[in-house]
C-alpha cells in the first residue's frame, strides 16, 4: 500500500528562523514527489520533484529529493509570518494516482 | 477564468439522504480527483480518473461513488449519507502529461451529515 509519511506534524517557530520539513514514502511505480502549500483554503503547489540529487528553489524555498533513501525535505529560509500555512508532500505513481501525507502544520510567530 | 468549479459550498445532509458533489473545469484536463480533508489527516484521495469513461478507486471510496462521461464533469454521489463523511471534499484536475504534478483544486464542499 502506498504511503506518504511527513514530519514534524506540527512546527512552532520564530520568525527569521530556518525550517526544514521532512517526507518519507513508500510507493509502487514511482513518478514524482510534490510539494504543496495549504493557507486557508485549496493546496497551492510548490514543487515537483523527479530526479535524486537536484534542488528546486523558488525564492526562500528549496526542496530536494533522494530516490535511494526515499525521502524528500523541505526547505524554508529566513521564515515570514505569511509562511504559516499547512505544508504537503504527495507522490504521483505511474497510473497516476497522488497520495498526500497529513501535512506539516508550521506556525511561525513574528 | 474559472478554473475547477465544485457546487455547493456547504451542505447538511440527514443521516442515510443522498447527494451529489458537482465538479466541472474548463482546463480540458484528462485527469480528476475528490479528496476529502479532515482534521490532521491531510488529502485523502476517493477516486480519480485519467480521462472520460475512466475511474479508479483511491484510499477511502467506501460509501461514495464517480462517473466521467465527460472531459470536463466529475461528480461525486453518496448514496447513503453516514455522519463519517462529515469532512471538506475537494475536486482536483491536471493536464494528463508527464510533465506536470501541479493539480489545481476547487474551493472545497463542506459537507456536514448529521
Known amino acids: 500500500e502506498d504511503k506518504v509519511v511527513q514530519s514534524p506534524l506540527s512546527l512552532v517557530v520564530h520568525e527569521g528562523d530556518t525550517v526544514t520539513l521532512n517526507c518519507s514514502y513508500e510507493?509502487?511505480?514511482?513518478?514524482?514527489l510534490l510539494w504543496y502549500k495549504q493557507e486557508k483554503k485549496a493546496p497551492t503547489f510548490l514543487f515537483m520533484l523527479?530526479?535524486?540529487?537536484i534542488e528546486k528553489k523558488s525564492g526562500r524555498l528549496s526542496s530536494i529529493l533522494d530516490k535511494k533513501e526515499l525521502f524528500s525535505i523541505l526547505n524554508i529560509t529566513a521564515t515570514q509570518t505569511g509562511d504559516s500555512a499547512i505544508y504537503l508532500c504527495?507522490?504521483?505513481?505511474?497510473?497516476?494516482?497522488?497520495?498526500f501525507g497529513k501535512g506539516t502544520r508550521l506556525h511561525i510567530l513574528p | 477564468n474559472a478554473g475547477v468549479t465544485q457546487t455547493p459550498k456547504f451542505q447538511v445532509l440527514k443521516t442515510g439522504q443522498s447527494m451529489t458533489l458537482q465538479c466541472a473545469q474548463d482546463?480540458?484536463?484528462?485527469?480528476m480527483s475528490w479528496y476529502r480533508q479532515d482534521p490532521g489527516m491531510g488529502l485523502r484521495l476517493i477516486h480519480y480518473s485519467v480521462g472520460a469513461g475512466i475511474t479508479d478507486q483511491g484510499e477511502v471510496p467506501n460509501g461514495y461513488n464517480v462517473s466521467r462521461s465527460t472531459t470536463e464533469d466529475f461528480p461525486l454521489r453518496l448514496l447513503s449519507a453516514a455522519p463519517s463523511q462529515t469532512s471538506v471534499y475537494f475536486c482536483a484536475s491536471r493536464r494528463g502529461s508527464l510533465n506536470t504534478g501541479e493539480l489545481f483544486f476547487g474551493e472545497g464542499s463542506r459537507l456536514t451529515v448529521l
Open positions: 482546463m480540458n484536463h484528462e485527469y
Open positions: 523527479t530526479s535524486s540529487g
Open positions: 510507493v509502487t511505480n514511482f513518478r514524482s
Open positions: 504527495a507522490n504521483m505513481n505511474r497510473d497516476d494516482k497522488i497520495i
